[in-house]
């Protein structure tokens, strides 16, 4: 058989797993990647089946089995690969075969106090896809605040409360439910600024009690139990993938 043609080491370096392939090209600058023992450059091509390719003197490993995770995160686990302090993450709702070697990490953000549907994926290239803003993905979240807004403060956040001096997009707000305490919503958004539910809600006066992220675009959390995953069909992955 013959080998491969030569690919840019930053798209070979994602198609692994290690990073982003903007993660690679860091790398790349920092001269922290090698190609048969000399320091490669941004824009260097290899051949993985031909040449021996380090990243921070480590082998790059085999190119991975593409794999793409539905999680239920509870709440109280990080959405990180690791924690210095030992909280738990995410990779330790995995088994031990998908948390060793396989590459995989959280595909956007959820909150540590948050819970509900996260993506998990060992391809680079599909991590940048997915949190591009270009692919516009809407996430639906049920969201139980305390207290009971008023209408006009229902309107506001409708309207996108600006955060930070920057205007934030339109939400989907719909009331579910009441009760003397507090007050349950389902939000549709297209955006994710860092913690934007949790700091709209106080801002309005209406601190969030509990979140749970529901969907992610088409794909649905269902009844995947809390601290459950399971793996992605290829036509739940073409649907999340799919052109804009």
Same mark, same amino acid.
């Given at each position: 058989?013959?080998?491969?043609?030569?690919?840019?080491?930053?798209?070979?370096?994602?198609?692994?797993g290690l990073c982003?392939?903007?993660?690679? #090209?860091?790398?790349?600058?920092?001269?922290? %990647?090698?190609?048969?023992?000399?320091?490669?450059?941004?824009?260097?091509?290899?051949?993985?089946? +031909?040449?021996?390719? $380090?990243?921070?003197?480590?082998?790059?490993?085999?190119?991975?089995?593409?794999?793409?995770?539905?999680?239920?995160?509870?709440?109280? %686990?990080?959405?990180?690969?690791?924690?210095?302090?030992?909280?738990? =993450?995410?990779?330790?709702?995995?088994? =031990? #075969?998908l948390r060793d070697?396989?590459?995989?990490?959280?595909?956007?953000?959820?909150?540590?106090?948050? +819970?509900?549907?996260?993506?998990?994926?060992?391809?680079?290239?599909? $991590?940048?896809?997915? $949190?591009?803003?270009?692919?516009?993905?809407?996430? =639906?979240?049920?969201?139980?605040?305390?207290?009971?807004?008023?209408?006009? $403060?229902?309107?506001?956040?409708?309207?996108?409360?600006?955060?930070?001096?920057?205007?934030?997009?339109?939400?989907?707000?719909?009331?579910l439910r009441c =009760?003397?305490? @507090?007050?349950?919503? #389902?939000?549709?958004?297209?955006?994710?600024?860092?913690?934007?539910?949790?700091? @709209?809600?106080?801002?309005?006066?209406?601190? %969030?009690?509990?979140?749970?992220?529901?969907?992610?675009?088409?794909?649905?959390?269902?009844?995947?139990?809390?601290?459950?995953?399971?793996?992605?069909?290829?036509?739940?992955?073409?649907?999340? @993938?799919?052109?804009?």
């Open positions: 058989m013959g080998s491969m043609p030569p690919e840019r080491l930053q798209k070979l370096m994602a198609a692994a982003s392939r903007r993660q690679a #090209e860091a790398l790349l600058r920092e001269g922290l %990647v090698e190609v048969n023992g000399a320091v490669a450059q941004l824009g260097d091509r290899a051949d993985p089946e +031909r040449d021996r390719i $380090t990243v921070r003197g480590e082998p790059l490993a085999d190119r991975p089995e593409p794999l793409l995770l539905l999680l239920n995160k509870p709440a109280g %686990v990080l959405c990180s690969c690791h924690d210095p302090e030992g909280r738990p =993450t995410v990779l330790d709702l995995l088994p =031990t #075969e070697g396989c590459g995989l990490h959280p595909v956007g953000r959820l909150d540590a106090e948050s +819970r509900g549907a996260l993506l998990l994926s060992n391809q680079g290239d599909l $991590t940048l896809r997915l $949190t591009h803003p270009r692919y516009g993905h809407r996430k =639906t979240y049920r969201v139980w605040v305390q207290g009971r807004p008023d209408a006009p $403060t229902l309107r506001r956040w409708s309207a996108g409360v600006p955060l930070d001096g920057q205007a934030s997009q339109p939400v989907g707000l719909h009331v =009760t003397p305490q @507090t007050t349950e919503l #389902e939000l549709r958004m297209g955006e994710g600024r860092n913690r934007q539910i949790r700091r @709209t809600a106080a801002l309005l006066g209406h601190p %969030v009690r509990d979140l749970q992220r529901r969907s992610i675009g088409p794909l649905q959390l269902g009844d995947l139990p809390e601290g459950r995953w399971r793996r992605l069909d290829r036509q739940e992955w073409a649907a999340l @993938t799919a052109p804009p």
